[in-house]
């Protein structure tokens, strides 16, 4: 395998719908961000005088909390707006790697998928 070869797992789009109805990793990650602190840590970093507009609060997750944290929203609804965004930053990674001429994509779900990593390591 050369260093700028690239292994991808492929999965059915069908199988991806099906397991968006139940709780996905980015609801997953949303919920743990939540969890940990978020709103404390941007409302700690706005009490420090962190502006709003600096870099670092355009951040997934401190972007939605900013609105949140002024009142214009609920807790719940920052969440949702994280969620969202996660999945559409998944999306965006996505749409990159599609394009990306390395990657050599692998269906998981084929008995013989180990044996076309080896291969492909080769």
Do not use: W
């Not at 507009?53 to 994280?82: F, N, T, V």
């Not at 990674?93 to 044996?115: C, H, I, S, W």
């Amino acid at each position: 395998m050369k260093l700028d070869d690239v292994i991808g797992a492929k999965i059915e789009t069908k199988k991806i719908i099906e397991e968006k109805s139940s709780k996905t990793e980015d609801d997953k990650k949303g919920e743990k961000m939540i969890q940990d602190g978020l709103k404390e840590e941007v409302s700690s970093l706005l009490a420090e005088g962190v502006p709003e507009e600096a870099q670092s609060m355009q951040g997934l997750g401190y972007k939605e909390m900013i609105p949140c944290i002024r009142g214009e929203y609920p807790i719940e609804d920052a969440a949702d707006r994280i969620r969202l965004g996660t999945r559409h930053y998944a999306k965006r990674q996505m749409t990159f790697l599609k394009r990306e001429e390395k990657m050599k994509y692998v269906d998981v779900e084929n008995p013989g998928a180990y044996e076309e990593i080896k291969r492909i390591l080769k």
